[in-house]
């Protein structure tokens, strides 16, 4: 009611709207209002560079998530043959160690990349970030069937091997975390 009742001033005096720009002008000089009208450009632009910013993050991460996956995959049916071979002896032992070795660091580097892109995304956006959980996604080590030398029983053996993937994965997350604890307690 107030505010209509203004504006109905402003539109019957226009003196009055003249005279209001013209203390505006002499109080905080010529050009305040264009200075203060460029402020809030540059301003809506920061946000908007932000939004850009955070927005290609989530497409590296979804983009790395679905590579992670596929990746996964074949490392476990990789890993599986290789852990089962009997010796180093058996013909394809040393082209399943390199396949191995190939699709365990494929795997470590998107998982550590995927941790890295999600620790910036967290800080950007100021929550606790949600890192790529390798252990629930890795199954162990298939048990063997081992013949006994004892009355030719069948018996199981379990893989003592740990997963290089899950350790090597782990290891870098600690430190990622310190790191990531450090630059939230500098804010």
Same mark, same amino acid.
């Given at each position: 009611?107030?505010?209509?009742?203004?504006?109905?001033?402003?539109?019957?005096?226009?003196?009055?709207?003249?005279?209001?720009?013209?203390?505006?002008?002499?109080?905080?000089?010529?050009?305040?209002?264009?200075?203060?009208?460029?402020?809030?450009?540059?301003?809506?632009?920061?946000?908007?560079?932000?939004?850009?910013?955070?927005?290609?993050?989530?497409?590296? /991460?979804?983009?790395?998530?679905?590579? $992670?996956?596929?990746?996964?995959?074949?490392?476990? @049916?990789? #890993?599986?043959? !290789? *852990? &089962?071979?009997?010796?180093?002896?058996?013909?394809?032992?040393?082209?399943?160690?390199?396949?191995?070795?190939?699709?365990?660091?494929?795997?470590?580097? /998107?998982?550590?990349?995927?941790?890295? $892109?999600?620790?910036?995304?967290?800080?950007?956006? @100021?929550? #606790?970030?949600? !890192? *790529? &959980?390798?252990?629930?996604?890795?199954?162990?080590?298939?048990?063997?069937?081992?013949?006994?030398?004892?009355?030719?029983?069948?018996?199981?053996?379990?893989?003592?091997?740990?997963?290089?993937?899950?350790?090597?994965?782990?290891?870098?997350?600690?430190?990622?975390?310190?790191?990531?604890?450090?630059?939230?307690?500098?804010?």
């Amino acid at each position: 009611m107030k505010a209509n009742s203004f504006i109905n001033i402003l539109k019957n005096h226009l003196w009055i709207s003249t005279f209001i720009a013209f203390l505006v002008g002499i109080l905080l000089g010529s050009g305040s209002l264009w200075q203060y009208l460029g402020l809030k450009i540059a301003e809506k632009e920061y946000v908007l560079s932000e939004l850009k910013h955070e927005n290609t993050l989530r497409q590296q /991460l979804l983009s790395l998530q679905a590579n $992670i996956l596929n990746e996964i995959k074949d490392y476990i @049916e990789i #890993r599986d043959k !290789f *852990f &089962n071979i009997e010796s180093a002896l058996a013909e394809n032992y040393y082209d399943y160690q390199n396949k191995y070795s190939q699709s365990k660091s494929r795997l470590i580097k /998107l998982v550590n990349e995927y941790n890295v $892109i999600e620790g910036k995304l967290s800080i950007l956006e @100021e929550r #606790r970030p949600v !890192f *790529f &959980n390798i252990n629930a996604i890795i199954p162990p080590l298939r048990p063997k069937l081992v013949k006994s030398e004892n009355n030719g029983i069948l018996a199981i053996e379990v893989n003592q091997a740990f997963d290089e993937v899950e350790k090597a994965v782990n290891d870098h997350l600690k430190k990622l975390i310190e790191e990531h604890n450090q630059k939230i307690s500098h804010k």
